[in-house]
């Protein structure tokens, strides 16, 4: 299997890259080999390449900073994975995307199953779905699969800020009134690994870990699995903070965004395991920083 990774140095796609790469002859490639928004740089790249799943781990993920640079969300995470199916489908590959919760307008209280309608409340999402829907509109080969909340070893996320605040006794606070799933990066990997057969329809699929949570419970985990590791912590509790006080934010986030991986489960034969489980394994094997 040859296998071409683009947004190399992500936190998702470096975690695939690293897993796959074992067994796969794997090709990555960041940022500095290529800017996917100048898109006929990316679709000359790919004409040059031979692949037989290409993996695109970029994205504008900045939520609030889509919001003020509207064209390049646009190009990153819509034009640019159109050209990456179409080049892809040419060659008779597939292309793995990731999508995201935040396509959910948040309202509902069960969790969200890929034939949910996606109402996104932000440019991210926005730009997000449109690019779902030009890699599922290219090919039915092509996955796009939802993540949210994805934490890993390659990338700091909100786990190790959380569990560096509280190494720096400064003030350890998250939103308790916001809902969704964590990812385990690596965990990715092993559940998609099963699509690398093309007889395995693509489309749409959730995946996170089981489970869910507020970004407090979230943070409040972590830190309590780096105190049981024997982390020094100046604090094992998380201060509550409302979403609707969250001033700095300027894009509207969904506020119940739990995605359900039935159809996933049904798909691999996997389930995935709790994302507490998860995120005790990181913490407990994580290379510990040095003191801010
Ligand atoms: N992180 C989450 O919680 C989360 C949640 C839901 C969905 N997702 C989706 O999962 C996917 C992977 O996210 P991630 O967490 O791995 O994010 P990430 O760590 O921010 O990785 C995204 C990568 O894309 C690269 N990139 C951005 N613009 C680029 C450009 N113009 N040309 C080349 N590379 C570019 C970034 O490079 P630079 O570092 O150089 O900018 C970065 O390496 C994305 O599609 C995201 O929307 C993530």
């Known amino acids: 299997?040859?296998?071409?990774?683009?947004?190399?140095?992500?936190?998702?796609?470096?975690?695939?890259?690293?897993?796959?790469?074992?067994?796969?002859?794997?090709?990555?490639?960041g940022r500095p080999q290529l800017d996917v928004a100048d898109i006929p740089a990316l679709r000359r790249l790919l004409e040059a390449h031979r692949f037989d799943l290409l993996v695109n781990g970029t994205g504008l993920t900045n939520v609030d900073a889509c919001e003020s640079r509207r064209d390049e969300a646009r190009t990153v995470n819509a034009l640019a994975p159109a050209a990456m199916a179409a080049a892809a489908r040419t060659q008779g590959a597939r292309l793995i995307h990731f999508g995201t919760d935040y396509v959910f307008d948040g309202e509902k209280r069960e969790p969200y199953t890929e034939g949910d309608p996606a109402r996104p409340l932000g440019w991210y999402g926005r730009t997000k779905l449109d690019g779902e829907l030009a890699v599922l509109a290219d090919s039915p080969a092509h996955l796009v699969v939802r993540v949210s909340w994805v934490f890993g070893p390659d990338k700091p996320a909100f786990p190790?800020?959380?569990?560096?605040?509280a190494r720096a006794g400064t003030?350890?606070?998250?939103?308790?009134?916001?809902?969704?799933?964590?990812?385990?990066?690596?965990?990715?990997?092993v559940w998609l690994a099963p699509f690398f057969d093309p007889r395995l329809p693509g489309g749409l699929f959730h995946a996170c870990n089981s489970g869910s949570c507020s970004w407090r419970e979230y943070g409040e985990w972590a830190?309590?699995?780096?105190?049981?590791?024997?982390?020094?912590?100046?604090?094992?509790?998380?201060?509550?903070?409302?979403?609707?006080?969250?001033k700095s934010f300027t894009a509207r986030r969904p506020v119940h965004s739990i995605l359900s991986t039935d159809k996933l489960a049904r798909t691999t034969g996997i389930s995935p395991r709790p994302w507490r489980d998860a995120l005790e394994e990181y913490i407990t094997n994580a290379p510990i920083p040095p003191a801010a």
Request: charged share 20%; net charge positive; glycine share 4%.
């Open 1 to 29: 299997m040859r296998i071409l990774v683009l947004g190399a140095r992500g936190r998702l796609a470096s975690a695939l890259a690293r897993a796959w790469s074992a067994s796969h002859d794997t090709v990555c490639m």
């Open 223 to 246: 830190l309590a699995c780096a105190a049981r590791r024997g982390i020094p912590l100046a604090t094992t509790s998380v201060r509550p903070q409302l979403l609707a006080d969250m």
């Open 171 to 189: 003030d350890v606070a998250a939103i308790s009134d916001k809902f969704s799933s964590p990812t385990h990066a690596p965990d990715v990997a």
């Open 160 to 165: 190790d800020q959380m569990i560096a605040r």
